[in-house]
């Protein structure tokens, strides 16, 4: 029997098993590798190994370890055989019950029951647990003294009903005791293992060495033992740390988004994560998981190592009809559904597209067309993930009335209904009586407009073909009548008068918020400056003035006077001798920091007469250094300042087209620009940044190889930006074949190239779970000697490309990149 003395306790000093035989370093279960050809921690399973799914997965999971071997590599000897206390442990490793085992007490068996020092404890809480059974065990060992009953290899048959027992699926062997068995070699099982082997097999746990033998007496190596425990998952799920199970929400190159228990969880991918498929033996890719499917994600610090696809279900639900109407504003739609109105949220992250997968704004799907709304189904408020809308018939031109426009989109209002479009970036705006117009300069729900597009569907022309709306700024008020909306007016200069008056569609606005007219009587006082708009005798829009928005067109200092032009064409003259300055990066800045063709807020003082405050518009770029999602704070850098944080609780967020996104889209790393007005923070938006080398240069004209091997052209229509060091210039002739660099759309679309400036290190070594390069420091105070990495950097050695393993401790190398993200390391 065995005997286990809790009072007397000793201390037994042993490494922590792993599924190896022989002496070495024991590897982490969450070490995973980078060198190429590998899909698991051990270099002796390669890619293409008929186990490596559940050798990798067992590993990150902690339920197998492996050794380094004297050259460091990490090593599973797959085809060694597993002794039966090797295998004891393992399935306590597998159902969670390891960590339960007294390892100071001082434990004795049967002199024939021979056990290695380490392996007691576990063997002993394998008999209390049930995982097997005392007598038998100790039965088998007196038969056969001569070999240890730890030592022994463990066979087939032994193992599978380890396994069962460890799963829990005891009462199904023996259900299953008497049944007969589907291998040909049935008769060679041990009798008390039948009703097991039976019930591995019906539960898909275990397969015949060949279509009709189990080979029951045969020993059991290490990939076999982890494929058995693997499958065996399936029905017995456990905890393991660092894994969760759950729904794919989202999956983009870079991060995988997992619903569970009711919030998501983001994940960072990147070439070194393994993806699987539950019914299949080999890597899948990427692009083979299936999202709103299940998954498990088995992850370390927010990097997600091993992803599952778990079944071929999508938990989506799918509602047809017929679209009635959007309500842009609160972010729903109405839907005929069986002759009656359904409505349906959504957000900014919604796809909308045609039935032939084609993108649309929401608002140009039009009234009456068919529909279709899919929804998750996990979700106790189901979210809208997707409208899918009949095809819209294209049109060469359209006509209506200007409704806005915002990035690359314009609205109009046809009739009732508003379509929004595309405009090309070089879109084409024709207004009677101005030369080299805008889309800024359209008259919102004035203008009547005729948009030209093209076969892909793009506006490329504006056309105001009838403007009608009269606009005056700084206009005075002269009188107001209440009964008649009767308002009387002159021009900025006192001239001009004017006899107007409000409907009910007049748009009137003070410090941007709208007002009525019953709310607005009391500022309709004599005097006041306001800006107006009208048709004929009819005031379309009102708009109280406390500020001034403009582009600066001079400035007279003696006269203390500057004049703007203001977004609607209209030009003002405003004293400005007792105004301050902000700026987003001047400190005390002053009007002789202003210049011309700077875009302004002028705010007014009380009696409207004068500028207080100059706010001038500016754009600033920063690396991104992190995020607080929570407090929806980012904290940037760049070579002009130390490091800040700005507050963007209340600023739009968009990406590099112009679509809104939320915080938690931008990522460490990353490039933005954010708008000021002053020193006030009002829009951020990410910056799409290409990397790669030069291939070709000439005056209008340059090619790059990007990092993923694609020939990328840019032209200098819009002008160039080269950085190259501490000079910087407009002509490409600074730039040499074989320069690696960062290209950017900037504002006005000018392409800025920025030549990475190769910096000579000594490697010292690569960290495959941080993906940094580490180098020798410079000095005692060099704080900067790694380098971060991912799947597009390039490593050159002698001019071939080979993978970063190729580089050895004390190389001389040289780094390319940019904010300590190296794009090219070459010796």
Known sequence: MTMQFASKKILIGALAFSLVAGSGVIIPASYASAASGYTTPFTDVSSGHWAEKHIAKLALQGIIEGNKTSSGAAIFRPKENVSQQEAVLMALRFAGLDKKADKDAIIGFPNSFSVSTYFKPYVTLAFQEGLLDQVEEFGLAAKDPKIAWGTKPATREWVTKLMVRAIQQEEEAVRLQNTASTFADAAQITSIYKGYVNAASKLELVKGVTADKFVPKANVDRASLATMFSRAEKLFPVAYEGQVNGIATKITDTQITVYSDKKEINYTINSDTLFYHY????????????????????????????????????????????????????????????????????????????????????????????????????????????????????????????????????????????????????????????????????????????????????????????????????????????????????????????????????????????????????????????????????????????????????????????????????????????????????????????????????????????????????????????????????????????????????????????????????????????????????????????????????????????????????????????????????????????????????????????VAVGESRVFTNFNATASQVWTEKTTDADNRNYFNVNSQTKYILNGNSVSVTAFKSGDTITIYGFRNYAIAIVK
Do not use: C
């Open 279 to 754: 019914n299949t033996e080999t890597p899948i890719t990427r692009q083979q998981l299936l999202e709103y499917g299940d998954v498990t994600v088995i992850a370390k610090d927010g990097k997600a190592l091993y992803v599952e696809v778990k079944g071929d279900k999508t938990y989506t639900k799918t509602t047809s009809g017929t679209l009635d109407r959007v309500i842009a504003d609160e972010k729903k739609l109405y839907v005929w559904i069986n002759n009656k109105p359904v409505e349906f949220f959504y957000n900014d992250s919604v796809v909308v597209v045609d039935t032939d997968g084609k993108p649309l704004a929401l608002t140009s799907i039009k009234r009456d067309s068919q529909i279709s709304i899919v929804q998750d189904s996990f979700r106790d408020a189901p979210a809208t993930l997707k409208i899918i809308a009949s095809t819209q018939a294209s049109a060469t031109s359209l006509k209506g009335t200007f409704y806005g426009a915002s990035g690359d989109l314009i609205t109009i209002k046809e009739g009732t209904s508003l379509v929004t479009k595309l405009m090309s970036e070089t879109v084409n705006v024709e207004i009677d009586g101005f030369v080299g117009a805008t889309v800024n300069e359209l008259i919102k729900e004035a203008d009547q407009v005729e948009l030209t597009l093209n076969a892909e569907d793009v506006v490329t022309k504006v056309k105001v073909v009838n403007r009608n709306v009269k606009m005056l700024a700084g206009a005075q008020i002269v009188g107001y009548v209440y009964d008649k909306k009767l308002l009387t007016i002159v021009d900025a200069n006192g001239n001009n008068g004017e006899a107007l008056y409000f409907t009910d569609k007049t748009r009137i606005e003070f410090s941007g918020n709208t007002l009525s007219l019953a709310s607005a009587t009391n500022l309709l006082t004599a005097n006041r400056k306001i800006v107006i708009s009208y048709t004929g005798n009819t005031i379309v829009s009102l708009q109280f003035l406390t500020k001034y928005t403009g582009t600066l067109v001079s400035m007279n200092s003696s006269g203390n006077l500057m004049n703007i032009r203001l977004d609607n064409g209209a030009t003002l003259s405003l004293p400005y001798n007792t105004a301050s300055v902000e700026h987003s990066t001047i400190a005390n800045a002053t009007t002789s920091d202003l210049r011309t063709g700077d875009k302004l807020t002028l705010d007014l003082n009380a009696n409207q007469d004068r500028v207080s405050t100059i706010k001038v518009h500016s754009n600033a770029q920063y690396e991104v250094i992190s995020v607080d999602v929570n407090s929806k704070k980012i904290r940037v850098k760049n070579a002009m300042t130390s490091p800040l944080e700005i507050n963007m609780m209340d600023t739009e967020l968009t990406n590099e087209a112009g679509a809104k996104i939320s915080i938690d889209q931008i990522t460490p790393g990353s490039l933005i620009s954010v708008s000021y007005i002053g020193r006030q923070v009002v829009g951020a938006r990410t910056l799409a940044v290409t990397y790669g080398k030069v291939q070709s240069i000439s005056a209008n004209s340059v090619t790059i190889v990007d990092l993923v091997g694609q020939t990328v052209a840019y032209n200098g229509d819009a002008g160039f930006v080269i950085v190259k060091g501490a000079t910087q210039g407009t002509a490409t002739s600074l730039l040499t074949v074989g320069d690696y660099v960062e290209v950017q759309k900037l504002e006005g679309n000018k392409t800025q190239l920025t």
